[in-house]
């Protein structure tokens, strides 16, 4: 069954390793009960680097559990809930599978849930390289393709572990979030703005300008 595994919230603010004097809210920890989530994520929550993190295109992170357990193996480690920086770590979905624009519901038994949509593939950075203390990490982690995607909230509520999570939409052009990074080919590009024209979900904007540049590129070398 799909479902969420666990929720996660910052625990505490960590010195960044890769940027020298500043903080960092990577140091994520699983919850216990339903939490809040709004416009701009979940409660509890927050963003030290907002011009890379965050804000309503990315207000939720989440992860595939499944591609933990694969990283584990590897590793030779235990990576608890939130190592990654997610803010869910989600079971039975295929993260960096689903399609972008893709909308889900997460609903519990009690009543609670939200419908978030999917934006965009996280994009490792130097910060998640320094916390992880692995070499190489972000050329690794972006060599396996298992990014883990960002989410927008369409409709605020609640989320706790446990709740189910089912697709309600799946945008035609079928793009996923793997295919957008490192390398957005010209054909993924093209079907992004297509569909987006033709009344697809919105583009997070880094994305909309990627796919631009992409076809810019190719018209100018035809």
């Given at each position: 069954?799909?479902?969420?595994?666990?929720?996660?919230?910052?625990?505490?603010?960590?010195p960044?390793?890769?940027?020298?004097?500043?903080?960092?809210?990577?140091?994520?920890?699983?919850?216990?009960?339903?939490?809040?989530?709004?416009?701009?994520?979940?409660?509890?929550?927050?963003?030290?680097?907002t011009?890379?993190h965050?804000g309503?295109?990315?207000?939720?992170?989440?992860?595939?559990?499944?591609?933990?357990?694969?990283?584990?193996?590897e590793?030779?480690?235990?990576?608890?809930?939130?190592?990654?920086?997610?803010?869910?770590?989600?079971?039975?979905?295929?993260?960096?599978?689903?399609v972008?624009?893709?909308?889900?519901?997460?609903a519990?038994?009690?009543?609670?849930?939200?419908?978030?949509?999917?934006?965009?593939?996280?994009?490792?950075?130097?910060?998640?390289?320094?916390?992880?203390?692995?070499?190489?990490?972000?050329?690794?982690?972006?060599?396996?393709?298992?990014?883990?995607?960002?989410?927008?909230?369409?409709?605020?509520?609640?989320?706790?572990?446990?709740a189910?999570?089912?697709?309600?939409?799946?945008?035609d052009?079928?793009?996923?979030?793997?295919?957008?990074?490192?390398?957005?080919?010209l054909?993924?590009?093209?079907?992004l703005?297509?569909?987006e024209?033709?009344?697809?979900?919105?583009?997070?904007?880094?994305?909309?300008?990627?796919?631009?540049?992409?076809?810019?590129?190719?018209t100018a070398?035809?």
């Amino acid at each position: 069954m799909s479902q969420v595994e666990a929720v996660c919230v910052v625990h505490q603010l960590q010195p960044d390793g890769g940027r020298p004097g500043e903080q960092t809210a990577i140091d994520k920890r699983a919850v216990a009960g339903a939490v809040a989530v709004g416009e701009l994520g979940l409660a509890g929550d927050t963003q030290c680097d907002t011009k890379h993190h965050g804000g309503p295109e990315q207000a939720v992170y989440a992860y595939a559990g499944e591609d933990v357990e694969r990283w584990a193996a590897e590793l030779g480690r235990d990576l608890p809930a939130g190592v990654f920086g997610e803010n869910l770590r989600l079971q039975g979905v295929d993260v960096s599978g689903a399609v972008v624009g893709e909308t889900w519901r997460i609903a519990d038994d009690e009543g609670g849930g939200c419908v978030l949509q999917v934006t965009s593939a996280r994009q490792p950075c130097r910060t998640f390289a320094a916390w992880m203390e692995e070499p190489r990490w972000v050329r690794r982690f972006t060599a396996v393709g298992a990014l883990g995607a960002y989410l927008r909230v369409l409709e605020t509520g609640s989320v706790v572990a446990g709740a189910r999570v089912e697709v309600l939409d799946r945008p035609d052009h079928g793009v996923t979030v793997a295919d957008t990074f490192p390398h957005l080919a010209l054909e993924h590009a093209a079907a992004l703005l297509d569909a987006e024209q033709s009344g697809s979900p919105r583009l997070h904007p880094d994305l909309r300008r990627a796919a631009r540049r992409a076809v810019t590129r190719a018209t100018a070398g035809s």
